[in-house]
């Protein structure tokens, strides 16, 4: 037995897939508390965001870091799927789902569309193609009255389009139910679990997986039912004088 | 009481095979479901047609050789019971029985309702064992075994290596079996001695054999005549992961 068995064996590949799947919680937690300032108002979201721009150091070495995270959890979910296919080429007749949970039967479903959420995101709010925007204004000019990058301006002004708030909603459900199952699957996986306190992880994964859920998904709602649609305003006040002018 | 069986039939291992629809009449309900079969096949002999094959051994729920799918389900459904235990009053006058053989790459159906398991025994010739020298019976409780630990491993221990694990997974994985045999003997200080060898070559033989991935559904611990816990799992993914890490440093 060598290192390489991490990448062969059934149980490596287990391994990769939790331990990457736990470094994306936590990167999902973290950006969760990030996000969440823009509650906080346009100045600590703006400042956030020119704090993480300025800090290109640290930046890139988190993306791509997190890019190989991403990549071997995808290869190990695809290759343990593929596996799992091939250990049963004749299905059954007839074959009832017993104790299996849905979001279990369904991970690499959720998987695969939460990746495809992932390109979505980044090319709306990080690469910032007006295409992909659906509101017809350019994200990447947007400046706050100290010439920072106005993320506050930028995320009301996207989730002001229903069809992209919509379209959030449902991945952040899907990462719902990935993580509902997942959280606790990578304790198991991990081994790290033991019949004493296997029932709290259990727990400790549903409560998780709601707070991220509820947590993410109350900023496009906020922006729905108005929030922070004074501020863009004044911006457009602001433009009808200057063209008055 | 009247069954319509629908049950699998497969000349031989290299035969497609297919589901074909068969009378139970007047079958007694405190028969057991192999009771059940044997008075079909009784008609069939009767008739001069093809028993149908199925593999039962102790009848008593504590050998592990049946191993039917009842409908859809490995062992017919009933918590903690082995087919041959399952009796027919469970069921419904009238009702439509259908009866599989389990499904998985790694246990080619050779006849009707039989696969091959030898898959197991390959597994378990890996490192399911304890390696002592021969020579004199030792002393009863010469070795210590605390309370806990000789529970534990006895809990492991009662799997019957049935196989309903692997025909209840979505994957067709063997990893509840595995796990089960796996800790029975690391929980033990007889066993505990080769218990890194003893992981590694187990997991890698299942591998080899095309057993599928765990992905923590469940379903082998509901069907599990024996009642093993996931908890076994998390165990042997825990021993795998301790052994990979002394190998690898
Ligand atoms: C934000 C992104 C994601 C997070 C936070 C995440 C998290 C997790 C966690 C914690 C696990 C449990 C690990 C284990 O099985 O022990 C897991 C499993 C899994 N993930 Fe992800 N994941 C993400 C994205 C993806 C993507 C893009 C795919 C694409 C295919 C995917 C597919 C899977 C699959 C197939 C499993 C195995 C399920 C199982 O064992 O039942 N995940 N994920
Ligand atoms: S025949 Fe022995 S367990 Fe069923």
Redesign the pocket.
């Given at each position: 037995m060598n290192i390489t068995n991490l990448f062969r064996s059934s149980v490596g590949k287990?391994f990769i897939?939790?331990i990457t799947?736990?470094a994306?919680?936590l990167?999902?937690v973290l950006h969760l508390l990030g996000n969440l300032q823009i509650f906080l108002g346009p100045e600590a979201i703006n400042r956030y965001g020119a704090f993480l721009q300025g800090n290109l150091e640290l930046i890139w070495p988190a993306r791509i870091g997190l890019l190989i995270i991403?990549g071997l959890?995808?290869w190990s979910?695809?290759k343990?799927?593929v596996e799992n296919r091939a250990a049963r080429p004749q299905p059954y007749a007839q074959q009832e789902i017993v104790a299996a949970s849905y979001a279990?039967r369904t991970?690499?479903w959720?998987?695969?569309i939460?990746?495809a959420f992932?390109i979505y995101h980044l090319l709306h709010f990080t690469v910032q193609v007006p295409a992909v925007n659906l509101t017809g204004k350019n994200f990447t000019t947007l400046e706050d009255a100290k010439n920072q990058h106005d993320v506050f301006r930028m995320m009301v002004i996207g989730f002001q389009s229903r069809v992209v708030t919509l379209f959030y909603i449902f991945a952040m459900w899907l990462?719902f139910l990935?993580?509902s199952?997942?959280?606790s699957?990578?304790f198991?996986?991990?081994g790290w679990k033991s019949p004493g306190y296997g029932s709290l992880i259990a727990r400790f994964a549903v409560v998780a997986s709601w707070l991220i859920f509820v947590g993410y998904i109350s900023i496009p709602i906020a922006v729905q039912l108005g929030y922070g649609s004074s501020y863009v305003n004044s911006f457009n006040v602001n433009a009808l004088q200057e063209v008055v002018k | 009481m009247n069954f319509t069986l629908r049950v699998w039939r497969q000349k031989d291992a290299n035969d497609t095979g297919a589901m074909v629809e068969y009378a139970a009449k007047d079958i007694i309900a405190d028969m057991s479901f192999l009771e059940m079969l044997d008075v079909v096949n009784e008609g069939l002999i009767a008739k001069g047609e093809e028993p149908i094959a199925f593999d039962s051994d102790c009848r008593e729920g504590i050998c592990g050789t049946c191993s039917l799918v009842i409908n859809g389900i490995a062992h017919g459904g009933q918590r903690g019971t082995t087919a041959c235990q399952l009796h027919m009053r469970h069921f419904e006058d009238g009702q439509t029985i259908t009866i599989e053989p389990w499904r998985a790459r790694a246990f080619p159906v050779l006849k009707d309702l039989v696969t091959d398991r030898g898959a197991f025994d390959r597994i378990v010739q890996a490192g399911g064992f304890i390696s002592v020298n021969t020579g004199g019976t030792p002393d009863a409780n010469a070795i210590p075994v605390g309370k806990v630990e000789s529970d534990k491993a006895m809990d492991a221990a009662a799997c019957i290596g049935c196989g309903a694990c692997v025909a209840a997974c979505k994957n067709a994985s063997a990893m509840l079996f595995v796990a089960a045999k796996v800790s029975h003997l690391n929980l033990l200080p007889q066993g505990k001695v080769e218990k890194d060898k003893r992981v590694t070559s187990m997991v890698t033989q299942m591998d080899a054999e095309g057993f599928g991935n765990?992905?923590?559904?469940g379903s082998c611990e509901a069907v599990c005549p024996k009642e093993i816990s996931l908890n076994f799992i998390a165990r042997m993914n825990r021993d795998y992961g301790v052994a990979l890490l002394k190998a690898s440093t």
């Open positions: 287990k897939m939790a799947g736990m994306l919680f990167f999902v991403v959890h995808i979910a695809i343990l799927a279990s991970m690499v959720s998987g695969f939460i990746a992932i990462l990935h993580l199952h997942g959280v699957a990578m198991q996986s991990l | 765990c992905t923590v559904t």
